[in-house]
């Protein structure tokens, strides 16, 4: 039975209710090879989960599945209650109302929210590694993984607050790749991170990371927007006392490429002009840019995510006792980072309260004036997080070349 027209009738009654808003119910993600960060707010006995790993990561109005090897159905997969039924995904909800959500217009041309915002919490670095490019991902069928991150303040760094990024240029202009293949066939060491610069994590700061950039983020607590994917090649054997599994290099490898060419089928989808980049900090630092300030009484925007069209986020930080007004170009999910308030007099909104930190902001009432009111004693922040295309005035970076 084609449970869409409830589901799209449910939405209708809802957006009425609510003046147009989705309350999501949080969904947590376990990862196997990292031990968490246990900065996510669960109990102690919530985090380890057996073979699955442990919770690691939240992720935020996703309409993307994670690719575990324990697979574990809709794991990843924001949820929602609608008029007292069962609670249903917002995978399910944007298939069967996706001009109620998204608008018709950009309905019409986008298949869906088209990117994924999580948090990330580990309690070690996380091993170098890359995310296929969109000609590699498009072998399985999958997306490429673009993605950003910004470093919340307020919240422990952890014990490794330095990310490993890119490789050291010399290796790309000489055409040296080969020296990273001993370290992939030996899978014994972490000694491959000899080939990259390490880069301090500083509390509201941030990176943007295209599609197949040598990486390995640190451990501070990271709110990340990317693509609505989950692929990966993991290139580090080892991270402190942790191995990692070999088959994660291979993860989003196609079989025959991996029987044809081994561990030098990575090699190939690394996106080295980017990797190697002499000015990669210049061209990939991502400090928060201003939008608008209302004052001593009211807040702030800022872009945090930005120099990239297929997504872009913004912060806002509203005073105790202020107000702030913003109009955005189109459908929006919203983190409650810290603080309590409410929207428009309507929902009432509080962060690390997981049933009142997020939401979607369908479109229609998104592009229209919008009031956050801070409520509480100390400062309401919250992250906006927009898909493909709704931003076109989106900052990019200069671009510094040799």
């Excluded at 209708?12 to 969904?27: D, I, M, N, S, V």
């Excluded at 994660?248 to 561990?263: N, S």
Aim: glycine share 8%; charged share 25%.
């Amino acid at each position: 039975m084609d449970s869409r027209p409830k589901i799209r009738s449910n939405v209708e009654k809802e957006r009425e209710r609510t003046g147009g808003f989705l309350h999501l119910h949080p969904a947590w993600v376990a990862r196997s090879f990292l031990p968490p960060g246990k900065r996510l707010g669960l109990p102690e006995t919530e985090y380890h989960l057996g073979e699955r790993g442990a919770i690691c990561e939240r992720w935020l109005a996703s309409t993307t599945e994670a690719d575990n090897a324990v697979k574990v159905s809709d794991e990843g997969l924001s949820t929602l209650t609608l008029n007292g039924d069962p609670p249903v995904t917002l995978r399910a909800v944007i298939e069967a109302a996706p001009d109620l959500i998204m608008g018709a217009a950009y309905a019409a041309t986008h298949n869906g929210l088209g990117r994924l915002a999580k948090i990330f919490d580990y309690g070690d670095r996380l091993p170098y590694h890359l995310h296929q490019m969109k000609r590699h991902a498009s072998l399985l069928g999958r997306n490429s993984k673009e993605e950003s991150y910004f470093f919340p303040d307020g919240v422990d760094l952890g014990p490794h607050p330095e990310s490993f990024l890119g490789v050291h240029p010399y290796i790309h202009r000489e055409k040296k790749y080969e020296l990273l293949l001993p370290y992939l066939k030996d899978w014994n060491s972490d000694h491959i991170l000899k080939f990259s610069k390490a880069y301090k994590l500083l509390p509201n700061d941030g990176f943007h990371i295209p599609a197949g950039t040598l990486h390995a983020p640190g451990s501070a607590l990271t709110i990340e927007l990317q693509e609505d994917s989950d692929v990966l090649a993991m290139l580090q054997a080892k991270v402190s006392d942790h191995p990692i599994d070999k088959e994660l290099l291979f993860k989003d490898v196609r079989k025959e490429d991996r029987q044809a060419r081994g561990e030098a089928a990575i090699l190939e989808m690394v996106n080295w002009d980017v990797s190697a980049d002499p000015y990669f900090y210049e061209n990939r630092h991502t400090p928060p840019v201003p939008i608008s300030d209302t004052g001593p009484s009211g807040g702030t925007e800022e872009w945090i995510f930005y120099n990239s069209t297929r997504f872009s986020g913004k912060r806002v930080v509203v005073r105790a006792g202020g107000k702030f007004t913003g109009r955005d170009r189109g459908v929006y999910s919203i983190l409650v980072w810290r603080g309590k308030g409410r929207i428009d007099g309507g929902p009432d909104i509080a962060g690390g309260d997981p049933e009142k930190d997020e939401l979607v902001v369908c479109h229609d009432r998104a592009t229209k004036p919008l009031s956050i009111e801070n409520t509480g004693r100390e400062e309401l922040v919250l992250f906006k997080f927009f898909g493909p295309d709704i931003n076109d005035n989106v900052p990019m970076l200069k671009e510094v070349h040799a």
